[in-house]
């Protein structure tokens, strides 16, 4: 399995501003994911953060609200842009596993956001 | 795209009975099926998982099945305990470098 470190863990952050999420992956993997986890709800995906290219976006997300870089195998970052309270959630990076099967998702442990 | 959809939202039950959870899948490309436990503040845990090539996987007291036909699959807990009290999410995924798709997920509650 995957060790994921994703900070920071927690922030919260004035409207209008940005905040830049980081994931770091002990080991080489192919995927890397972006989810939301609004209070109470379910795991909403953001995006797929492609190596060397730019990153797929779901349906209802935005490159210029979330930007997301992917520089190398190991490392990922989004950015959640000109917040405001709506934002408010928790950010999980997501990996696939690693070996040939990269099929069960691996999870950072997450970046609680309030935004004021 | 894929669409998962799981029953019941909540469900309470007592301490050593059972709990089962239903999901339901729309996309027949799909082949992988997770199960994650999530405690109150913390990330998902992988907890077990089915591929379409079987119909049922046990580990403890925990089983998966599967029914491709109908597409629908779920997660049975026997011989409950308060520390299986958490949010359950299935997903299903086609697998290999595939993204995974959530159901909207299960508060399940062990009343001691």
């Known amino acids: 399995s995957a060790v994921i470190s994703q900070k920071p863990s927690r922030d919260i952050c004035q409207r209008g501003t940005s905040l830049t999420i980081q994931c770091q992956v002990d080991s080489q993997v192919t995927m890397m994911f972006w989810y939301r986890q609004q209070p109470g709800q379910s795991l909403t995906l953001i995006a797929t953060?492609?190596?060397?290219?730019?990153?797929?976006?779901e349906s209802g997300f935005v490159i210029d609200k979330f930007p997301i870089s992917r520089p190398n195998l190991t490392f990922s970052t989004l950015t959640v842009s000109n917040m405001s309270p709506e934002d408010s959630s928790i950010y999980l990076c997501?990996?696939?596993?690693?070996?040939?099967?990269?099929?069960?998702?691996?999870f950072g442990q997450g970046t609680r956001l309030t935004v004021v | 795209g894929e669409n998962v959809e799981q029953h019941p939202s909540t469900l309470s039950v007592q301490e050593g009975d059972s709990a089962v959870i239903k999901c339901t899948y729309s996309d027949s490309a799909s082949n992988y099926f997770p199960w994650y436990k999530q405690e109150l503040g913390k990330r998902p845990q992988l907890i077990i998982d089915i591929r379409s090539n079987v119909g049922e996987k046990k580990d403890q007291r925990i089983a998966v099945t599967l029914n491709k036909t109908a597409k629908h699959f779920s997660l049975h807990i026997t011989e409950t305990q308060p520390e299986d009290s958490a949010v359950y999410f299935c997903?299903?995924?086609?697998?290999?470098?595939?993204?995974?798709?959530f159901g909207t997920g299960t508060k399940l509650q062990v009343i001691p």
């Open positions: 953060a492609n190596q060397g290219s730019e990153a797929t976006y």
């Open positions: 997903a299903a995924s086609s697998g290999g470098y595939q993204k995974v798709t």
């Open positions: 997501s990996v696939g596993g690693t070996g040939v099967l990269e099929t069960e998702a691996f």
